[in-house]
């Protein structure tokens, strides 16, 4: 039984890929870091390898035997495969993941099915579908065989955990309505397998169908189903085929069985939520169209969730089926991979070490080399005001990526966030403009604070992202000394903050000024003061450019009374004059002065902030439970809106003292936790929160004589084979740079490198 693997890929200077090989694991350490810092491994692999810096290592990890996986797709923000055959979403690295039709929203706590993950799609309009397109084997040179790499021709296993929420609805009465769960059938030649759910037109009655062919003979297996058995209820649905016998299994019970023996290989690409008519043949591709809905009333696919497909080219066996439906289902199976840096060659083996494919983006400094151009949204590195904290994130590794992987796969690292912030502009708007330049994973912290978000990087590439206010609870899991040891607990106060002075970009603004003055030849114009707008406490820097009706003047430079036409200025009062040498002989000369002035001023009253830099912003409460835990911060990335009250550095302050300043006796301090267990725990990841239970350290309570957990945020996770451990970091905590400090020798730069002491 294989319950890891490791495949090991090499792609050449446009990222294609070149080889693959799958490789057996004797050792392995994965360290899924969060928003902390790069995901990273330490993989042993047995034998003596061609392996090289700058090759891609992933690594799987599960309860079912791996043997004979052809394609896995957990939809964790996306439709990338993670069985390491690169069976992605047709578009997913030339496109966003999510699109107006593909949504990809956080789960509740259900029992099964939990939590980022599920591709939710209303396939009843026109051209909304998913399609995965068929690849082939590669040859020993890195070329495209002419098989398949999805292969029906003998034993083979197909599971869909699904959840379809229009099964009954539709009344066009021309033809059946399919609901299509899994099409690989090529119309045409009349080969492959089509999973999907009728109901005929002429009596209402719903069948579950399995269509077969292998180019000769083609069947329709079907059984009666009730409809309310399925509508909008997460099923696991299986078609199996064994030695020639084709069952269908839903939710663990067998409900058809039939012999089919011929070859259902086909080079037709995978369709899900609608089937797709093949007419015709172009190269490899075969062209028709979707079967799309004749009229309102006729739904062309279904609406719902699609959690889970599986696809084996063996059997499962029973007992494998009862666990695949009896576990969680993992939110991610691939969970490891990334760039090879280090080789440790032994006598049998080669240790690798790796980083997470997004190093890519996290160990980057951005600058106006990296972010060029003048898109509509920003000059160079700074983006206009009102852009989205999303689209700035899925711009900046639209840009890293195409630098790393070539124009040809600007995606490869992308974004996605859940619930309030998906869609086509995603997250809250700077008020501001903001100016992109350091290390990147100082930008997203930055923007995990203004939008109040957390993230996780993927193994597929993918910028999980979500809201803190709702980030989903693993229920039925609970942390105790019943199945896990305390490896290190207590309260970490090095981040609390409760009292902090923030300042962001100390900006220099111009403004003009116009004085009208009338006075004598050869005298000095009286007094005029230049100050900011608003009349606040903004500081007047210097006089840029000086004009007399439009005729540029100098400063003075005489030491007595000047020859020439000419002004001087008190920096200190703030004060300007001029001098003429012409009477104005009645009326005014029109003076035009050009003045800069820093925006940085604690004291500008509310309701007139604008051009405000600084804010100081303090909890009281938490004051006086804590003590004062006082910080400065400076952010020199965000910029003072000077056209209205609102501030970037007074939500980012706001919303920086919320999420650190603890809270209230007893459990002031934020908890810091770290345990482990002796076993694989497979359905969670970082951002979760879970329950966790230790009387000895105060965490969680006695309720009517039952242990009441307290729910923390997973920070880190650790997997470690053959010791099936699985150590765990929770606490509420912001950030963590000492642990950055401790475990990170990738020099990337620390979350609160900015700060002023």
Same mark, same amino acid.
């Given at each position: 039984?294989?319950?890891?693997?490791?495949?090991?890929?090499?792609? *050449?200077?446009?990222?294609?890929?070149?080889?693959?090989?799958?490789?057996?694991?004797?050792?392995?350490?994965?360290?899924?870091?969060?928003?902390?810092?790069?995901?990273?491994?330490?993989?042993?692999?047995?034998?003596?390898?061609?392996?090289?810096?700058?090759?891609?290592?992933?690594?799987?990890?599960?309860?079912?035997?791996?043997?004979?996986?052809?394609?896995?797709?957990?939809?964790?923000? %996306?439709?990338?495969?993670?069985?390491? &055959?690169?069976?992605?979403?047709?578009?997913?690295? #030339?496109?966003?993941?999510?699109?107006?039709?593909?949504?990809?929203?956080?789960?509740?706590?259900?029992?099964?099915?939990?939590?980022?993950?599920?591709?939710?799609?209303?396939?009843?309009?026109?051209?909304?579908?998913?399609?995965?397109?068929?690849?082939?084997?590669?040859?020993?040179?890195?070329?495209?065989?002419?098989?398949?790499?999805?292969?029906?021709?003998?034993?083979?296993?197909?599971? %869909?955990?699904?959840?379809?929420?229009?099964?009954?609805?539709?009344?066009?009465?021309?033809?059946?309505?399919?609901?299509?769960?899994?099409?690989?059938?090529?119309?045409?030649? &009349?080969?492959?397998?089509?999973?999907?759910?009728?109901? $005929?037109?002429?009596?209402?009655?719903?069948?579950? %169908? !399995?269509?077969?062919?292998?180019?000769?003979?083609?069947?329709?297996?079907?059984?009666?189903?009730?409809?309310?058995?399925?509508?909008?209820?997460?099923?696991?649905?299986?078609?199996?085929?064994?030695?020639?016998?084709?069952?269908?299994?839903?939710?663990?019970?067998?409900?058809?069985?039939?012999?089919?023996?011929?070859?259902?290989?086909?080079?037709?690409?995978?369709?899900?939520?609608?089937?797709?008519?093949?007419?015709?043949?172009?190269?490899?591709?075969?062209?028709?169209?979707?079967?799309?809905? $004749?009229?309102?009333?006729?739904?062309?696919?279904?609406?719902?969730?699609?959690?889970?497909?599986?696809?084996?080219?063996?059997?499962?066996?029973?007992?494998?089926?009862?666990?695949?439906?009896?576990?969680?289902?993992?939110?991610?199976?691939?969970?490891?991979?990334?760039?090879?840096?280090?080789?440790?060659?032994?006598?049998?083996?080669?240790?690798?070490?790796?980083?997470?494919?997004? $190093?890519?983006?996290?160990?980057?400094?951005? *600058?106006?080399?990296?972010?060029?151009?003048?898109?509509?949204?920003?000059?160079?590195?700074?983006?206009?005001?009102?852009?989205?904290?999303?689209?700035?994130?899925?711009?900046?590794?639209?840009?890293? #990526?195409?630098?790393?992987?070539?124009?040809?796969?600007?995606?490869?690292?992308?974004?996605?966030?859940?619930?309030?912030?998906?869609?086509?502009?995603?997250?809250?708007?700077?008020?501001?403009?903001?100016?992109?330049?350091?290390?990147?994973?100082?930008?997203?912290?930055?923007?995990? !604070?203004?939008?109040?978000?957390?993230?996780?990087?993927?193994?597929?590439?993918?910028?999980?992202?979500?809201?803190?206010?709702?980030?989903?609870?693993?229920?039925?899991?609970?942390?105790?000394?019943?199945?896990?040891?305390?490896?290190?607990?207590?309260?970490?106060?090095?981040?609390?903050?409760?009292?902090?002075?923030?300042?962001?970009?100390?900006?220099?603004?111009?403004?003009?000024?116009?004085?009208?003055?009338?006075?004598?030849?050869?005298?000095?114009?009286?007094?005029?003061?230049?100050?900011?707008?608003?009349?606040?406490? !903004?500081?007047?820097?210097?006089?840029?450019?000086?004009?007399?009706?439009?005729? @540029?003047?100098?400063?003075?430079?005489?030491?007595?009374?000047?020859?020439?036409? %000419?002004?001087?200025?008190?920096?200190? $009062?703030?004060?300007?004059?001029?001098?003429?040498?012409?009477?104005?002989?009645?009326?005014?000369?029109?003076?035009?002065?050009?003045?800069? +002035?820093?925006?940085?001023?604690?004291?500008?009253?509310?309701?007139?902030?604008?051009?405000?830099?600084?804010?100081?912003?303090?909890?009281?409460?938490?004051?006086?439970?804590?003590?004062?835990?006082?910080?400065?911060?400076?952010?020199?990335?965000?910029?003072?809106?000077?056209?209205?009250?609102?501030?970037?550095?007074?939500?980012?302050?706001?919303?920086?003292?919320?999420?650190?300043?603890?809270?209230? +006796?007893?459990?002031?301090?934020?908890?810091?936790?770290?345990?482990?267990?002796?076993?694989?725990?497979?359905?969670?990841?970082?951002?979760?929160?879970?329950? !966790?239970?230790?009387?000895?350290?105060?965490?969680?309570?006695?309720?009517?004589?039952?242990?009441?957990?307290?729910?923390?945020?997973?920070?880190?996770?650790?997997?470690?084979?053959?010791?099936?451990?699985?150590?765990?970091?929770?606490?509420?905590?912001?950030?963590?740079?000492?642990?950055?400090?401790?475990?990170?020798? @990738?020099?990337?730069?620390?979350?609160?490198?900015?700060?002023?002491?």
């Amino acid at each position: 039984m294989v319950f890891s693997k490791c495949f090991i890929n090499r792609y *050449d200077n446009n990222f294609s890929l070149i080889s693959r090989r799958v490789l057996d694991p004797i050792d392995v350490i994965v360290r899924r870091e969060g928003s902390r810092m790069v995901d990273n491994a330490e993989i042993e692999l047995s034998g003596k390898n061609d392996i090289k810096n700058g090759d891609y290592i992933g690594y799987l990890q599960d309860n079912i035997d791996l043997s004979g996986l052809i394609g896995l797709w957990n939809f964790a923000g %996306c439709v990338r495969d993670e069985s390491g &055959n690169d069976l992605h979403q047709e578009g997913a690295y #030339t496109g966003i993941p999510a699109s107006t039709a593909i949504s990809f929203p956080s789960q509740t706590s259900i029992s099964k099915l939990y939590g980022k993950r599920s591709c939710f799609m209303v396939a009843n309009v026109s051209a909304r579908y998913l399609k995965i397109p068929d690849k082939r084997t590669l040859t020993s040179t890195g070329t495209e065989s002419n098989y398949s790499i999805v292969d029906f021709s003998s034993d083979f296993t197909i599971t %869909c955990w699904v959840k379809i929420q229009n099964i009954s609805n539709g009344t066009y009465t021309s033809s059946d309505i399919n609901r299509i769960i899994f099409d690989k059938y090529n119309n045409l030649t &009349n080969q492959g397998i089509k999973i999907y759910i009728r109901k $005929a037109q002429t009596t209402g009655a719903f069948t579950f %169908c !399995v269509k077969v062919g292998d180019g000769t003979t083609n069947t329709i297996f079907s059984t009666s189903i009730n409809s309310t058995d399925y509508d909008s209820i997460d099923k696991l649905i299986v078609v199996r085929r064994q030695s020639n016998i084709l069952k269908v299994f839903v939710n663990n019970a067998e409900i058809m069985s039939n012999t089919f023996s011929g070859d259902l290989t086909t080079r037709a690409d995978i369709y899900l939520y609608k089937e797709f008519n093949e007419t015709g043949t172009s190269g490899q591709n075969y062209t028709g169209a979707l079967v799309e809905p $004749a009229s309102t009333f006729e739904y062309g696919g279904f609406a719902g969730y699609y959690h889970q497909l599986r696809i084996y080219n063996r059997a499962l066996s029973n007992d494998e089926l009862t666990t695949l439906y009896g576990l969680n289902v993992p939110t991610i199976t691939l969970k490891f991979f990334g760039g090879i840096w280090k080789i440790d060659d032994k006598t049998s083996s080669s240790r690798c070490f790796a980083k997470g494919l997004g $190093a890519v983006a996290l160990t980057s400094r951005l *600058d106006s080399s990296i972010l060029v151009g003048t898109p509509t949204y920003r000059n160079l590195n700074v983006y206009n005001a009102n852009q989205k904290t999303g689209d700035i994130i899925q711009d900046i590794l639209k840009e890293l #990526t195409k630098k790393t992987f070539g124009n040809s796969n600007p995606d490869v690292l992308a974004a996605t966030w859940t619930s309030t912030y998906k869609g086509t502009s995603q997250g809250i708007g700077f008020y501001s403009k903001y100016i992109a330049e350091g290390a990147f994973l100082d930008i997203l912290n930055e923007v995990a !604070v203004i939008s109040n978000i957390t993230f996780t990087f993927m193994p597929t590439g993918i910028l999980q992202i979500e809201e803190v206010a709702s980030l989903p609870q693993r229920g039925g899991l609970i942390l105790t000394s019943q199945n896990s040891n305390l490896l290190g607990g207590g309260n970490d106060d090095s981040f609390l903050t409760n009292h902090l002075f923030a300042c962001a970009r100390l900006d220099e603004y111009a403004t003009t000024n116009s004085r009208a003055r009338s006075h004598t030849a050869n005298s000095w114009s009286t007094t005029t003061v230049f100050q900011a707008p608003l009349g606040s406490d !903004v500081f007047p820097i210097s006089i840029t450019k000086v004009t007399k009706n439009g005729v @540029e003047i100098p400063p003075n430079s005489a030491t007595g009374t000047p020859t020439v036409d %000419c002004y001087e200025v008190d920096p200190i $009062a703030a004060t300007i004059r001029f001098f003429s040498t012409t009477s104005s002989g009645g009326g005014n000369f029109t003076y035009v002065f050009n003045f800069t +002035y820093n925006l940085n001023s604690a004291n500008i009253p509310s309701g007139a902030k604008a051009g405000s830099a600084s804010i100081i912003v303090e909890d009281t409460t938490s004051i006086n439970v804590n003590g004062l835990y006082a910080r400065k911060i400076s952010v020199p990335r965000i910029t003072s809106n000077v056209t209205g009250v609102d501030q970037d550095i007074d939500r980012f302050a706001n919303n920086y003292v919320s999420l650190n300043k603890g809270g209230t +006796y007893p459990k002031s301090i934020p908890r810091r936790i770290t345990v482990r267990t002796s076993s694989f725990i497979d359905h969670i990841i970082e951002n979760n929160k879970i329950g !966790v239970y230790y009387a000895t350290k105060n965490v969680g309570s006695l309720v009517g004589g039952y242990p009441s957990p307290e729910y923390l945020q997973i920070k880190k996770i650790e997997y470690r084979y053959p010791r099936a451990e699985t150590i765990i970091e929770v606490g509420d905590f912001l950030y963590d740079s000492f642990d950055l400090e401790k475990e990170s020798n @990738e020099n990337i730069r620390q979350v609160m490198s900015n700060q002023i002491s």
